[in-house]
Structures are given as structure tokens and as C-alpha cells.
């Protein structure tokens, strides 16, 4: 067993102790209450290379790479830092082992500057010792310099999109100068632009000898950026490989252990009259005259650029922020949506962009979770709530979901980001709405169950749901729109319909 | 907080046998026993006789705290909700004065309203519920509405309280009250009153909407308001309450000590406070349990008790009571971390 002390004392000599590996972990073991989370697991990232994680939710993935950041100790096995025997503490004890990562919830302070935030414990100091502020500026706008991003320093972050906020914690994660960086999701928040120079970044690093470990669900960022993969499922490691050797089919059923054979299941579903009507829809400052009409058995696309206003959209349909100016009707009727009690009350449901900001009850478990909304005005007698007959809804929805937990006690903080949206779905699903608004439903989402996810999102607009979804990932608003509607800087650029949608137009107006 | 058990055998599905949750009440209540074992045993060691085999000792400590439990069933739903109640305390003196006020009797030398004197106890009780309501209905209001942070909006109704409390009779205590009032504050009364109000809350939090409406607004407010919880309303009907509660302690205070004084409740929301903390409240929101506050309250009833009995100075008590609270606030949150990871 090495100290800390002894590695830094290396690192900081220049000496590269003789090893293939950069990082190793050996017969890793661990269990939280009720689940297995890492079954007897190895994993080796060599030197200069870009090595991918992939595997369903659930799949042990983030465990293992929060176990190697020094967030979780493992139950059992080994963890080597460069051939040597190492037990990391704390994230602390892994930064000063030269291990960075980057987390899939971004970890940034809201009320604190893009600076303050990339230099935090190491702030420099003048000599006197309080914070040099003019230094701090200078080393921020001298990294951004040579990642090539363009955010201003002294903005607080809390002011910043969520986009931007990644790019701050990849520059952050940069700035430790780390022989390990690891990346869990870092481009679900991205736009395609971002996500290629995210990889220019990448490859400027691996050419410098830096490790790598980029935990992915998207198959062709695995394909485009990856050295080699290692696959997991169920907790335990099914095999690494290098991505030139293997196919799209392969690495999925490698994920999954069956075929998939369909992506995006969309079926013809009769589209019936219009369900929402909004009209010149304005929030001063944010969104400017925005209209469209979405229809019963509808799904409609809602894409654009990260900072369009689509969220903005749908939080003002919503009532979170009620609208300045324009109308909103629902079969036919015109109503003021204030609040978003009226928005439920009026048959609508909002799955929001956030899971962790404005989605999850992270210390409540998953029966609280699930039931919140439905208790608006079903399942209460008198103020009393049935407890029972909720336990059996949330049970039945916790299983057509495939919510993967050993029971509903469980804390929603404790499940994996694509089973606590899972959750949220199921949330806002036992509200049986009529109108249904998905901020970006499949975000951090294996392969698998975003396949489930699009299954029910069919299975409602079969039933006559009106569905608006408004995503990122263009494979998606594709495969899974009868219309697309675009956005570019809070105005609507155009409507496109499924014959006629492609990704080249889809972009051409969103970046209008 | 949620050890639905049901739910457990229910549901089944999943890799691992379902184990039966302990209520988390179960640790504080073995502090409660340590600490009373403790002074158990220091009582035969330096006093000669039993600390707990004493039934009229037990029952003046309960009744001591019953106005402290009082109190802090109303801060615990305020700080579960990710709030604070500073005020609690300066409401128990002005709603004991002003109450009082109501409840005298005519063969009283200095009646302060000559005209309403002998009333029926209803009347000052009333009165006395309605000036907590208001108060807390002003802190909601407040804090719901305005971006006032709670510790700043309760520090606020804390100090003009206290002012009013001073004012209404320019500092002369109120007594000669009606034996119709003071008899919510005689015999174990105040015990029965606590019991009661916890027992009714306990089932609130636990097993109505408003309970789960608090603890999801505590856990994330954000999120609460997006799954369309109407948080204003619910934060001011909270704070009502704990303002309504904290006017029933200073009843229970005036009708005990069978006069109300301008000083009266000093001090009492920290003791509330201490006590909801101990029992397992997060001041951070989101958990919180009524048994564990009417454990906490024991808790302090003992020491503070125990304290007496061991003839232990003044002062004393106080550093060793302040020591004793962190101890065991720090033990929950460190049980409550290891369970995480």
C-alpha cells in the first residue's frame, strides 16, 4: 500500500514507475442496502488512450468510476494507480493522485463566479493571503484561451445555461492537470458543436498521454472518440474491446444480452383533433410570439440549439413562469395557465430538463417520489391520503416502467440517473394526462431503456395523448416526430413534417 | 420516515431480499435511555437514590418541557419544510399577556379591562390561539411572498413581539386570572395538551397530503412547486401553525404560572429548536419526525431534570446541556452518512 504522500512525491519527481496501466481495478466489490451495484469488476486504462464505459443503467458504470474518483470505497478488490496499490479516501485524496472526473450532475456553486468556481481551494493568493482576484482571472481566461471557450470568468454560474455549465467543469476537470480524466455523460447537455470541440479537447490531451474514461450511452460518440470500450451489465464486466472491432449491433447486445431491433418504435397512430392551441405565446425577454397547435395522438418535436427558449416554452405553457403576453387553449377553450397546479388540473404533465434541480425528491424515496403529483386531487379523502391504494399504483407503474430497484422504500438518490427518470415518467403518467411535455425525456439514458421510454411515449399518443418533446438529440426528434417545430433565439423558425424532416434542414433552422 | 413495510413485502421484485427498515427513531431513543441511565447511576453514586424510581420527579419533568414540546411540534414542520422559527418564544410572552388580559378576575385588584372581567376561559384561549395564528400567518405571509430569508423574517416577529409583549402593560405583569383559565396549566394538563397536539401532527405529517406536501417542499422546493404543490399557501399555513402552537404554550405558560409576565417564553424557541434537532429534524430540510421530537423534548426534560437532582450549579448545566445537544446531533448526521455510502 502506497500513501498518498509517497505518490505525490513521485509525481512531482517526473519518475514514471514502470506499468502498462495508468489506472487498474481489480475484483471490485460493491453493495449499497438491497443491491449488488459491482460484482467482482476489473477495469484497465492505459496511458494516451480514450477508453469508453458502456453499459445500461444500472449497469455499475458511474459506481466504478465514482469508486476510482474516491467517492465510494469498494467492498472488496484493488484499485492501482500506475502499478501501485492504492486507497483513495476522498475526491480529495483522488485530485491529489491525479485523478479528475467529471460528474453526469453537474457539481458546480450557483452563486459563485465561473472563476471562483474552476480555482476553488487552489485559489492564488497575493501576498498577503488574501484571494488574488486579478490572478484568478488571468489563469481562467488563459485556460479557456487554450480550450477555445468563450464564457466570461466573473459570470456567476447560476447564470449561466446548462451547456455552459458543462463546459466549466470539463474546464475545471482540465485544470488539475490530471494523468486521469473521467467523463460520465459530459455531452448530454451539449449541442452538436459542442460536443466536437468537447473532442478536439479530448484528443488534445490524449496526444499528451493523458488516460481518458468517457462513460457514454451514445453509440456514435463511442465510434467517433474511443480507443477502446469496456462493457458492463448488471454489475459485473462483460469484456473490453477496440471500437474498430466491433459493431453498433454487437456492442448493444454485448449491453443488453438480446437483440434490439428497433430503436424507435413509431407506429401510425390516428392524430386527432387539436388538443393545445397556443398562440403568440411571449415571455418578455426570453421568447418572442411563439404559435402552434399540437393535436390528440401527436408527438410533436421541439428542437433547436441549446438556449432557443424550448424549455422556456414549456415552462410558461406549464404556468412555472406564466406568460407575459398570447393565449393558450385546450379543446378550444381558452385559459390562463398561472400556476402549474392549473396546468395538471387542466390534464397536462411536464417532465422536466433537470432531474436534479426541478425533477427529483433526492432525500425522499421512490414511493414519495412517484406519488406528488397524483395527490393534487386523487387518492385523498379528506386530507388523508390512502396510503395502500397509492403503494399498489406506484407498484404496478414501478413495474411496467422496469423502475430496476429492489423495492419502492428505496431512496431515489440511490438509483441511477435513467432509472430516477424512470420515476419522474411514472410521476407524471399516474396524472393519466392528456397533454404531456418531455424536456429532454432521454437524456443520460442507456440504449435500452430509452427504447422503453419511446415505447410508452407511442403507447400514450396511441391513446389519444397529446405529446410535445422537445430534444437535443436528433436521431430522436426524428425518429420519433410526426412534426418537428424548430427554434432559434426564442422565435419558432419553422415546421417541418416527419415526410420532409431531415437533419440537414432540421439545423439549417435552428441556427437561423 | 417513510418505513412502509407493505410496500416492501408488496413490491418483492428485485435482486435482493427486502430487509425491514428500523425506525430512525431507534437511535435517539437509546440516547434518551443512555442519558437517563447515566444519571441514574450518578445519582446513586453521589446522591444516594434513584434518579428514575421517583413517579413525582418524572412528572414535574415532563410537565417542565410539556410548554418546550408544545412549541417545538409547530418548529419541527417548519423546519422540515427547510425553515426556522425565531419567534417562537417572544409569541409564547405576548400571547400570554394578552390573553391573560382576557382571563381575569373581577376580585382582582388590577384588572386591565375592568369591563371583560370573569369571562368564560373560551375567550382568552381564543384570543390567545388567534395572536399566534396571526403572527405565524405574518411570518408565512413574509417569507412565502418576499424573498425574505426565514431566519431574518422569524428574527423580525421575534423582537417586535417581545416589544409588544413590554408594551401592553408597560411592563406590569397580569395576574389574578380566572381558575376556569388556569386550569389548562394545573396538574399534568400541559402534559396532556402536549400529548395530544403531538399525536394530532404526528398523523398530519405522516398520513395526510399537508404532511406530504411539507416534506416534499423541503426536499425540493422547486420541484414541489413543479408538480403542482401551491408552495406560498403551504409555507404560510405551516408557519401559522407553528405561530398558533407557540400561542398555546404561552397559554399553557400564563394559566401554569397563574400570571403572565412581559419575559415570559425567553429562550423557548432555542430549547423547540434544540429539541426538534435532537429528535432527528434536518435543518436542512426534508426530514423530521414527530416521535423524534417528542423524544427530544424528553431528552432535554431529563437532562435539565437530572441536572436539578445532582444539585450540579447553574451554570454548569447550561455548557454541559449545550454539549450534550451537539453530541448528539452530530452522531445522527454521522448514522445518517454512513448509511449513504
Redesign the interface.
Known amino acids: 500500500m502506497v500513501s498518498p504522500g509517497t505518490m505525490a512525491a513521485v509525481r512531482a519527481s517526473g519518475a514514471v514507475p514502470n506499468s502498462e496501466f495508468l489506472l487498474e481495478a481489480e475484483g471490485v466489490r460493491k453493495e449499497f442496502?438491497?443491491?449488488?451495484a459491482l460484482d467482482d469488476v476489473q477495469f484497465r486504462l492505459k496511458r494516451g488512450t480514450v477508453h469508453a464505459l458502456m453499459g445500461e443503467n444500472g449497469a455499475g458504470k458511474s459506481t466504478l468510476m465514482k469508486i476510482l474518483a474516491g467517492?465510494?470505497?469498494p467492498d472488496q478488490g484493488e484499485v492501482l494507480l500506475k502499478g501501485q496499490k492504492i486507497r483513495l479516501q476522498s475526491p480529495l485524496d483522488a485530485l491529489e493522485n491525479g485523478i479528475a472526473m467529471i460528474h453526469q450532475e453537474l457539481n458546480l456553486m450557483p452563486f459563485m463566479t465561473v472563476a471562483e468556481n474552476i480555482w476553488i481551494r487552489r485559489e492564488p493568493k497575493t501576498r498577503f493571503g488574501f484571494v488574488d482576484h486579478g490572478e484568478m482571472r488571468r489563469k481562467t481566461a488563459d485556460l479557456f484561451k487554450r480550450l477555445k471557450i468563450h464564457i466570461d470568468p466573473d459570470i456567476q454560474v447560476r447564470d449561466l445555461s446548462v451547456a455552459n455549465r458543462q463546459m466549466v467543469e470539463i474546464a475545471k476537470a482540465v485544470s488539475y492537470e490530471s494523468d486521469v480524466l473521467i467523463m460520465d455523460e459530459p455531452t448530454s447537455a451539449l449541442t452538436e458543436r459542442e460536443v466536437e470541440h468537447l473532442f478536439e479537447i479530448i484528443r488534445d490531451l490524449r496526444s499528451h498521454g493523458i488516460g481518458i474514461v468517457y462513460i457514454t450511452h451514445k453509440m456514435n460518440e463511442l465510434f467517433e472518440i474511443a480507443d477502446e470500450f469496456s462493457v458492463f451489465r448488471d454489475g459485473k464486466y462483460i469484456g473490453t474491446h477496440a471500437s474498430s472491432d466491433v459493431t453498433r449491433d454487437d456492442i448493444i447486445r454485448m449491453m443488453v444480452g438480446r437483440e434490439i431491433t428497433q430503436m424507435f418504435p413509431k407506429e401510425e397512430v390516428p392524430i386527432g383533433d387539436v388538443v393545445l392551441s397556443v398562440k403568440n405565446l411571449t415571455l418578455k425577454g426570453v421568447f418572442h410570439d411563439v404559435s402552434f397547435d399540437v393535436r390528440a395522438g401527436e408527438i410533436l418535436g421541439l428542437a433547436g440549439l441549446v438556449g432557443s427558449g424550448r424549455s422556456n416554452v414549456a415552462e410558461t405553457i406549464?404556468g412555472?413562469t406564466p406568460a407575459t403576453s398570447g393565449t393558450i387553449a385546450i379543446n378550444g377553450k381558452e385559459i390562463k395557465i398561472d400556476?402549474?397546479?392549473k396546468?395538471?388540473a387542466n390534464r397536462m404533465a411536464?417532465l422536466?430538463e433537470d432531474r436534479k434541480?426541478?425533477?427529483?425528491?433526492?432525500?425522499?424515496?421512490i414511493?414519495?417520489n412517484m406519488?406528488?403529483?397524483v395527490?393534487?386531487d386523487k387518492f385523498?379523502n379528506k386530507?388523508?391520503?390512502s396510503?395502500?391504494a397509492l403503494?399498489?399504483v406506484c407498484?404496478e407503474m414501478?413495474?411496467k416502467l422496469r423502475v430496476?430497484?429492489?423495492?419502492?422504500?428505496e431512496r431515489i438518490?440511490?438509483l441511477s440517473g435513467g432509472n430516477q427518470q424512470k420515476v419522474l415518467i411514472g410521476?407524471w403518467l399516474l396524472t393519466k394526462p392528456r397533454i404531456l411535455i418531455l424536456d429532454e425525456p432521454t437524456r443520460g439514458i442507456d440504449v435500452g431503456a430509452k427504447a422503453e421510454i419511446h415505447r410508452f411515449v407511442t403507447e400514450l399518443a396511441r391513446d389519444g395523448v397529446a405529446v410535445i418533446m422537445i430534444s437535443s438529440e436528433m436521431p430522436e426528434v426524428l425518429g420519433m416526430s410526426d412534426r418537428v417545430m424548430v427554434m432559434h433565439e426564442g422565435h419558432v423558425t419553422g415546421f417541418l413534417d416527419r415526410a420532409e424532416a431531415t437533419q440537414v434542414k432540421v439545423m439549417e433552422l435552428a441556427a437561423r | 420516515?417513510?418505513?412502509?413495510v407493505?410496500?416492501?413485502d408488496?413490491?418483492?421484485?428485485?435482486?435482493?431480499p427486502?430487509?425491514r427498515?428500523l425506525p430512525p427513531e431507534l437511535n435517539i431513543f437509546l440516547v434518551l435511555v443512555g442519558i437517563a441511565l447515566v444519571f441514574e447511576v450518578l445519582g446513586w453514586l453521589f446522591a444516594g437514590q434513584s434518579f428514575l424510581l421517583n413517579p413525582q420527579r418524572l412528572t414535574i419533568m415532563i410537565l417542565q418541557v410539556s410548554v418546550i414540546g408544545i412549541i417545538a411540534i409547530g418548529v419541527t414542520q417548519v423546519i422540515i419544510t427547510g425553515g426556522i422559527d425565531l419567534s417562537s418564544g417572544s409569541v409564547v410572552g405576548m400571547t400570554a399577556m394578552i390573553a391573560a388580559a382576557f382571563a381575569q378576575s373581577s376580585s382582582w385588584s388590577r384588572v386591565m379591562y375592568p369591563a371583560l372581567a370573569d369571562l368564560p376561559a373560551i375567550v382568552p384561549i381564543a384570543i390567545g390561539l388567534l395572536i399566534g395564528l396571526l403572527a405565524g400567518l405574518i411570518n408565512g405571509a413574509l417569507i412565502a411572498y418576499t424573498r425574505i430569508p426565514p431566519f431574518i423574517a422569524t428574527l423580525g416577529m421575534m423582537v417586535s413581539a417581545r416589544g409588544i409583549s413590554k408594551w401592553y402593560t408597560k411592563g406590569q405583569p397580569v395576574s389574578g386570572l380566572t381558575d376556569q383559565f388556569t386550569f389548562i396549566g394545573s396538574g399534568i394538563w400541559p402534559v396532556v395538551i402536549f400529548l395530544v397536539v403531538a399525536v394530532i401532527f404526528h398523523i398530519a405529517l405522516r398520513?395526510?397530503?399537508?404532511?406530504?406536501?411539507t416534506?416534499?417542499i423541503g426536499?425540493?422546493v422547486?420541484?414541489?412547486?413543479?408538480?403542482?404543490?401551491?408552495v406560498e399557501a403551504h409555507l404560510v399555513k405551516v408557519y401559522a401553525i407553528a405561530g398558533a402552537l407557540a400561542g398555546l404554550a404561552g397559554l399553557v405558560t400564563a394559566a401554569r404560572a397563574q400570571t403572565a409576565q412581559a419575559g415570559m417564553g425567553v429562550m423557548y424557541e432555542l430549547d423547540a429548536i434544540a429539541a426538534a434537532v435532537i429528535g432527528g429534524t434536518s435543518l436542512a430540510g426534508?426530514?423530521g419526525r414527530i416521535t423524534g421530537t417528542v423524544i427530544g423534548t424528553v431528552i432535554l426534560g431529563v437532562m435539565t431534570s437530572g441536572f436539578t437532582f445532582l444539585r450540579v450549579d447553574a451554570y454548569y448545566q447550561e455548557i454541559i446541556k449545550g454539549a450534550i445537544i451537539v453530541a448528539a446531533v452530530v452522531t445522527d448526521v454521522y448514522r445518517q452518512k454512513k448509511?449513504?455510502?
Do not use: W
Open positions: 442496502p438491497g443491491v449488488v467517492i465510494y470505497t406549464f412555472v400556476t402549474p397546479n396546468a395538471i411536464f422536466t434541480e426541478t425533477g427529483c425528491f433526492l432525500i425522499l424515496d414511493l414519495e406519488q406528488i403529483a395527490l393534487q385523498v386530507g388523508f391520503v396510503e395502500s403503494t399498489k407498484d414501478s413495474k430496476k430497484t429492489p423495492n419502492l422504500s438518490e440511490n410521476r | 420516515m417513510n418505513t412502509n407493505t410496500a416492501n408488496a413490491a418483492g421484485h428485485g435482486t435482493a427486502s430487509r427498515k398520513y395526510t397530503r399537508y404532511g406530504k406536501f416534506y416534499a426536499a425540493n422547486q420541484a414541489a412547486r413543479v408538480s403542482g404543490i401551491n426534508g426530514v448509511r449513504k455510502t
